[in-house]
């Protein structure tokens, strides 16, 4: 049960800013996923939550409970650290209970919540070895109990299934998730990897240098990124960006992506793009669809050679060539390709995203 | 022949004769002198065999059990002051952040000086008359002056001063090297775990440095059990044997009364002792290391 509220945090190393200036809140029982590139600042942004790091700006409430200059231990937050931090020297069983027996809790209490982390995250066997006796997957679940036994106000994990296999890390995001709906309880999950975060998140919050550059549900920022680099960051492959011109002639406007391709837009398109000159537009891949005939006339069209071909199974990426940008298109029930071929591309005018070149900020 | 002149022991001779010429001789030859009453002064006193006698006469002897014990506690209150010192000190260093390294280095200094310019220099500091303790104190209205080396109980109290002085360090740096080499995540993870500072030390810091408090020991240990330099500087055992250890009574018994043999059992009897100490500290190296599970 906690709600979690950033104020104007910061944190500066030295002259390094590591966090700027975040506002945020967590309500009660979100998962929130905090993504962005390498040293964004979502570690950062975690340990001053947990109080492992000092803050150099803002405020930070747990519970309307304002916890600046609290120690970690009055804070009520377990963490999940990337390396697992498991004590080495205490066997699973005591791993697990260590919080426990700090906080004094009666021994017959704490057997009973060790027994349901054990049987939740199936540790049964487990029990009495020490962490150098286990794989990467169990420590990581033996680190997951540690944070459950202790009930806390909030989860915080940092990349907890970074060090894991492809497979594994999907299992374990499974898990994670149905924990989530089991416990109730406020999680704040940081990660890198766009897929976890897509997967997992109520809400995501995607980092770049230290700020916030687009708050919302997994939906939201997927469909209506804010801008040019949350429109690349999430979504596999990354969003194609292309720069294009607005030729506005007697009333008309069209949109120039390069000397023989230029396209209408709808009326909506065109109050926004009335004022502007030169434009980010953005393309995703499975709305770049190759056509066999029955061509759609309200839809962009554009003939193109194939220069490369990767089939992926359920799916194959093609790429082509646009104004000497190198473009991918997502073909959903393949039939065979080669490379060379000249193929039909459609292009649904409504999928276009649009974004200001100066700002890269979207044009809504 | 032929087949133990090819075989593993040829490459192994130069190293068994030099074992032998520098080890296994001298040993023997003194194990030999400890059943004669050899006496400097009287070689041909090498070649007679008298049995145990030096060991029966030992085993009565007051003064060589005294001595003994003396030297046991000497070690264990050494041992534990200087690690609650050197630990002290480590934790200290290990919490800042400048000039570390140079404080390193300082650190060292008592290391660099021969033992038995420490005692020389202690022997001064503790001088009854012109000593700097005393004369320090009578600036705070001690008139009286303390006789530091003369009374049984501080000369032993002054010894151990200038022992823990020159040697705590080894405590520290050993320890300090154990700080640094502990893991940052457990400690967070206690400390998010709701740990206090001190019970993150207890329950976490300690058990990372147990194996180097083991290791400190062990190499303390030998080397008080050999004390010697200090303690003959300071006081030679006195005054009246208040002061002997040891090593103190074993050199007086072998070079100034001359009886070699004698010295020789008496030093076969300490070695155990030698032996005993590093034996429960191995022990006690190795379980704390499987504690973390290195092994
Ligand atoms: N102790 C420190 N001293 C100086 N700079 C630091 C320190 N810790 C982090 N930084 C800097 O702060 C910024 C944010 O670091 P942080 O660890 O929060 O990144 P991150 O988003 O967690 O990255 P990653 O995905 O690689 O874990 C980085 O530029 C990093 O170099
Ligand atoms: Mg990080």
Redesign the pocket.
Known sequence: MAQVELKNLS?K??K????QNMDLIIPHNQFLV?V????????????MIAGL?EITGGEIFINDERVNDKDPKDRNVSMVF?NYALYPHMSVEENLGFSLKIAKVKSEEIEKRVNEAVSILGLEDLRSRKPSQLSGGQRQRVAMGRAIVRRPDAFLF??PLSNLDAKLRTQMRTEIKKLHQKLKTTIIY?T?DQVEAMTLADRIII?KD?YIEQIGSPIEVFSKPTNVFVATFIGSPPMNIFSAEIINSNNNIKIKLDDNLYFDCTEDQKNKLQNKKNIFLGIRAEDIMPVENNINTSFWSFKRNVDIVEPLGTETQLFITINDKEIISRMYNPYAVNVGDELTFQVDPSKVHFFDKETEKAII | MKKFLNGPWVLLLPTLIILTCVVLLPLLISLWTSFTPFKLTKPDTLYRFVGFRNYERLIGDIDFWIAFGRTVLFLAIALNLELVFGLGIALLINKITYGQRTLRTLMMFPMMFSPILVGFQWKYIFNDNIGLLNNFLREFGVIQPIPWLVDGVLANISIMAAEIWSSTSVFAILLLAGLLGIPKDPLEAARVDGCNSWQVFKNITLPFLMPFVFIAMTIRSLDVARAYDIVQMMTGGGPAKRTELLWTLISRTGYVDAKMGMANAMSYISIFLSIAFTFFFFYKLMQSRQQLSYE
Do not use: F, I, N, W
């Not at chain 1, 390094?16 to 966090?19: E, G, I, L, R, Y």
């Open positions: 944190k190393y030295g390094v800013t590591a966090v905090l962005g590139p390498s040293g964004c600042g979502k570690s950062t942004t975690l340990r790091e990337q940092d990349e940081v890198h980092m230290g």
